[in-house]
């Protein structure tokens, strides 16, 4: 994890990517020349990084800007379900006009279509289906944690960091609550239900506000007549009141006077 901090932040500089570009390869150094392939938003991806890290022996796939320099021009205009290829040697962009514009960058698929495994297939570039396919878990939680989550407004960094850390966590236990039991629940009750077990689990302890202790500790007697008089007293009557009556006063002592 690499946490933005402005001009001070923690990432190995390479010329020609930017800071977007030097995240991904400082945060992939251990795992290029693998044969891992990489998918990313269209805030990283750029041709300078995807042929950056296909000589790494590392594939990429991803949504991408047509501005980012590099890319090749696309018709501005295009009817639903039209697409337009644009490769060289080792990549290949993508125009796609699906309800809006769907622009992509891969150096791992062919130039072909392919239907969607719905119960309405619908035909889409072999990249947008793999990506889909592999983001969509990405894509799933941040929708979700999105509705519930636990951050607040705050201009210390580290509290955004703590409250997003605490959302992931909890959605992953959610996810392999759903893999061990057979009880299916909305995430937000989920969530409810973990607050209240943590605060019974762990209680927070009373504070003593210091002052002097109370004489008239509510006992067993008590607690029963006021419940007989809260149920009665819209039709007061001779009984509840002999059962007040009957209970045992206490009364405080004070220096100078008897009990």
């Given at each position: 994890?690499?946490?933005y901090t402005g001009a001070t932040t923690s990432i190995k500089s390479v010329e020609g990517l930017g800071v977007p570009g030097s995240v991904v390869m400082t945060l992939l150094a251990p795992h290029l020349g693998k044969g891992h392939v990489l998918y990313v938003d269209n805030w ?216």
């Amino acid at each position: 994890m690499v946490i933005y901090t402005g001009a001070t932040t923690s990432i190995k500089s390479v010329e020609g990517l930017g800071v977007p570009g030097s995240v991904v390869m400082t945060l992939l150094a251990p795992h290029l020349g693998k044969g891992h392939v990489l998918y990313v938003d269209n805030w990283y991806s750029s041709p300078m990084l995807f042929q950056h890290l296909l000589h790494q022996g590392t594939g990429a796939c991803g949504t991408v800007r047509l501005n980012r320099r590099g890319m090749p021009t696309f018709p501005k205009k295009m009817k639903r379900g039209e697409v337009t290829f644009r490769e060289n040697v080792t990549q290949l962009a993508v125009k796609w006009q699906d309800k809006r514009d769907v622009n992509f960058l891969t150096t791992v698929h062919p130039s072909s279509m392919a239907q969607s495994g719905r119960l309405e297939p619908k035909v889409k570039p072999a990249c947008v289906l793999d990506y889909n396919k592999k983001m969509g878990a990405v894509d799933r939680a941040d929708m979700i944690t999105s509705f519930v989550d636990c951050a607040r407004k705050s201009t210390k960094w580290y509290k955004k960091l703590f409250f997003h850390l605490l959302d992931t966590a909890v959605l992953n236990a959610y996810t392999v609550h759903r893999k061990l039991s057979e009880e299916r629940m909305p995430y937000k009750d989920f969530r409810l239900k973990l607050v209240k077990e943590l605060i019974q689990e762990h209680p927070l302890p009373r504070r003593s506000t210091g002052g002097r202790p109370c004489v008239n500790t509510p006992t067993a007697a008590h607690r029963e007549a006021l419940s007989f008089f809260c149920a009665s007293y819209r039709s007061p009557g001779t009984e509840h009141k002999a059962a007040l009556q009957s209970l045992p006063l206490h009364h405080p002592t004070q220096k100078g006077r008897e009990n």
